[in-house]
């Protein structure tokens, strides 16, 4: 199934299933059901994008929707459904990374200030047309939570930079920093031939 | 296009990646856009960003394994199961109901009673015979008033999220106009009485003085020698009462003296008690040193947990008491229900009913005592852990299994609080640092908001609240064993059944020998710390940390999305 991103849906009331939501949120189970097979697919797989391991997904996905079964009466049906349930997942993804932070990110504070060095054009345009998405779903593995947050944030949901910033607390005009930082770590994390390390923050 | 030899004036990249993520103002766009046109450099590292960014879109998107099948069954589980385990908790609730009602609160409550806590008492009052039962006409007192703002509030807090604002309002503002009707309490400055400085430590109602209103008092002395037509609640180090109450007695203090005529009942903790009045109703005394003079009377039952405890006068009704030493050499006109130490029973007592006593040694009785019936002894039985008995662990697996169900209840329940109960427990020590502030600091509140009647209901329920937390903490626990052990689940029953196997590990450990209670109050603290964690976030908005910002890059403004990129 093709993920659902909030970019592509952005007319309220055409696409999204307002139907369904009131049914839902009239405490209607089936109306529920179909919603969560509607959507679960699109947010397991934002999860295990965001999240370490597959178990952490599963759990995420599961803890998300019964959040959002009681969160389902404070959404705003003039805006976007499927915008809001990524905002509400990415929150609880942010959440989850930012317990387990200590283990990971830690590292990553610690370089976060270095200045980075653009990358060589060619080198970068090599490593790209050699790469395939596996192994960038591999990369991103190595990457700490809030790169690997803004990345999925960004490229799998099509979030703004305005919902990055408020899910990630950072302020709008670092998000560009944030996302390039992380790109830089990926392209790190994807160079195994030291020659392709483009760039680089370490 | 041109080859770049101005390398001073390339573009850097994070210009170069907001272009092509289309956040650029206009203008500067437009700059971008013409300086590609004629760098080679940037051009080169302006598409390799984008095709960055179409392979990691890529990446992502692609559906790289399957659904998995715990995730496409969630639903359908939650939905078939849900419908027989309501009937399953459903049912377990009204035993448990049942259980606590004829276990607990029906002994207690006939207990209550056999101490004279009837129908007047302010307790039994609220959650026996109060506002819930009477009806509308009736519920103009202050107490009950009182009584249904307070439950009405808690209510609403339980209910907020299925209310609308503004009927949580209405609600809110009701309750509050409600507590304006209740009058201010009475203080010390309001009475023509001495004061013996200027600080207000001490406090004597003068002897032809009457006073008829309650009285609060919290010093250093209370003297009464008047009269005071209604209760009086002190808190002091001494009370000296010899004149009269009408009312009860409710005191905390080192030293309590009762000389006078106390016309309902007497209730407190003090280091010693001595009465050789009258008190007309009932006494409860937590003391280290109780005496009951030759002169004093009590008029219905004594209820006493004394170091030494002597009764020489006379108790109307029953005494139930426990102690360490304990001499009854005056009258005793219902039954003796005693467990101590040691027990003598002088030539002058004279007990009207049955005597059961059960004591480390026999009854000391002397021949000319007075007994309706012989002394009924049995011996106090101080067991160690080798000496434990079938009948003990039999009941550790009647009390594991009581607590498996509570799990059981609490998660169907609260799923989604019981898992962020688990995940705060697994936050150490945040969990045990507030498990020992709430472990003490909320018995020692509630018992201090229990000193003051506006405040008893909310005391009592804190305390029962604090109760059941301090139970429900082998469920938290026993929980975050299970997941150590079975690894992190989120399904219904695979999360039961890791708090069931946690749950008997945590019982097993804490019935090991010697280290077993330690264990067991840090089973407590843990438990509950992770409780209150879990409701703390819940109040609390999440906050997302600071992140350290990086400088460099023209990205001081806000950028409007909708930039179009140059055709490269």
Redesign the interface.
């Known amino acids: ?3 659902l991103r909030p970019g592509h849906l952005r007319v309220p009331g055409q696409t999204e299933p307002l139907d369904l939501i009131a049914q839902a949120r009239a405490g209607d ?1 089936q109306a ?2 179909d919603l ?2 509607e959507y ?2 699109a947010i ?2 934002f999860c ?2 965001a999240l370490p391991s ?3 997904a ?2 995420a ?3 998300i ?3 959002l079964r ?1 969160k389902l009466v404070q959404y705003d049906t003039s805006r976007s459904f499927t915008a809001w349930l990524y905002k509400v997942a990415a ?1 609880h993804c ?2 989850i990374l ?2 387990h932070k200590a283990r990971h990110d830690k590292n990553m ?1 610690d370089v ?2 270095l ?2 060095e ?2 060589e ?2 080198q ?2 090599r490593l ?1 047309e050699e ?4 192994q ?2 591999k990369a ?1 593995d190595k990457l700490g939570a ?1 790169a690997r947050m803004a ?2 944030m960004r ?2 949901s099509d979030m ?2 305005d919902e990055i910033a408020d ?8 998000v ?6 992380a ?1 830089h770590d ?1 392209r790190q994390a994807l160079g195994e031939d030291p020659a392709l390390a483009v ?1 680089g923050s370490r | 296009m041109n080859d770049s030899n101005t390398t001073n004036q390339h573009l850097d990249e994070i210009t170069l990646l907001l272009y092509v993520e289309r956040q650029l103002d206009r203008q500067i766009a437009q700059q971008v856009s013409l300086h590609t046109q004629t760098c080679d450099r940037c051009l080169t590292l302006l598409r390799a960003l984008d095709r960055e960014s179409r392979l990691l879109t890529r990446s992502m998107l692609e559906a790289d394994e399957p659904l998995p099948s715990r995730i496409a069954e969630f639903h359908q589980k939650v939905k078939r199961s849900m419908h027989w385990i309501w009937g399953v908790v459903f049912g377990l609730a009204l035993l448990g109901v049942y259980a606590l009602y004829t276990g607990y609160i029906d002994p207690w409550v006939e207990q209550f009673e056999q101490a004279g806590f009837g129908g007047t008492n302010l307790l039994s009052l609220l959650l026996f015979q109060g506002a819930f039962w009477k009806g509308w006409q009736s519920m103009f007192t202050l107490v009950e008033l009182v009584a249904m703002t307070s439950v009405a509030g808690f209510c609403v807090f339980l209910l907020r999220k299925y209310l609308k604002r503004g009927t949580a309002l209405a609600v809110l503002f009701a309750s509050m106009s409600m507590l304006l009707v209740i009058p201010r309490p009475l203080h010390a400055q309001d009475f023509h009485v001495d004061m013996k400085d200027d600080k207000h430590k001490s406090l004597e109602v003068k002897k032809d003085e009457v006073l008829h209103k309650d009285l609060y008092f919290a010093g250093s002395l209370l003297r009464i020698d008047g009269t005071v037509d209604g209760d009086v609640y002190a808190i002091a180090q001494e009370v000296d009462v010899t004149g009269t109450v009408t009312g009860d007695l409710i005191f905390l203090g080192r030293s309590t003296r009762i000389s006078g005529h106390v016309e309902g009942n007497v209730r407190g903790f003090s280091n010693n008690i001595s009465i050789t009045g009258v008190v007309d109703k009932n006494v409860t005394i937590f003391n280290e040193d109780a005496r009951i003079d030759s002169s004093g009377k009590i008029g219905h039952s004594l209820t006493a947990f004394n170091q030494i405890l002597t009764i020489d006068g006379t108790v109307g009704r029953d005494v139930l008491a426990m102690f360490n030493e304990a001499t009854i050499a005056g009258t005793i006109g219902g039954n003796l229900r005693a467990k101590g130490a040691s027990l003598s029973i002088a030539s002058s007592a004279q007990i009207n009913g049955t005597a059961k006593f059960e004591g480390d040694k026999p009854a000391d009785v002397a021949s000319g005592a007075k007994l309706a019936s012989p002394l009924q002894y049995s011996k106090l039985e101080h067991r160690s852990h080798a000496e434990r008995g079938a009948g003990f662990y039999i009941w550790r697996i009647v009390w594991a299994a009581a607590r498996i169900l509570l799990g059981l209840v609490l998660i169907s329940l609260m799923p989604i609080f019981a898992r962020e109960t688990m995940e705060s427990a697994e936050r150490y020590g945040a969990s045990l640092g507030l498990g020992v502030l709430v472990f003490f600091g909320v018995a020692i509140a509630s018992l201090i908001a229990c000193i003051t009647v506006v405040g008893l209901l909310v005391g009592v329920s804190t305390f029962f609240l604090w109760l059941i937390a301090v139970f429900s903490s082998y469920v938290v626990v026993g929980g975050v064993v299970g997941r150590w052990i079975l690894g992190r689940t989120s399904e219904f029953w695979p999360l039961i059944g890791r708090m069931a196997l946690g749950v008997l590990i945590v019982v097993l450990v804490v019935a090991l020998p010697h280290i077993g209670g330690w264990i067991r109050f840090g089973v407590w603290i843990w438990g509950l710390g992770a409780i209150s964690l879990a409701i703390y976030r819940r109040l609390q908005p999440v906050i997302a940390p600071n992140i350290p910002s990086m400088p460099g890059g023209p990205i001081g403004t806000p950028l409007p999305p909708n930039t179009t990129i140059s055709p490269a």
Do not use: Q
């Open positions: 199934m093709e993920p189970t529920w059901g969560y097979r679960a697919p397991f797989r295990r994008r597959k178990e952490d599963e759990d996905t599961m803890e929707f019964m959040k009681d929150n942010w959440d930012r317990r504070e976060n200030d200045p980075l653009a990358p054009p060619n970068l345009e790209i790469r395939t998405g596996e960038v779903r991103l809030r990345l999925v490229y799998y703004s930079y899910a990630l607390g950072v302020r709008r005009p670092f560009g920093v944030v996302l390039l930082r790109r990926l760039g």
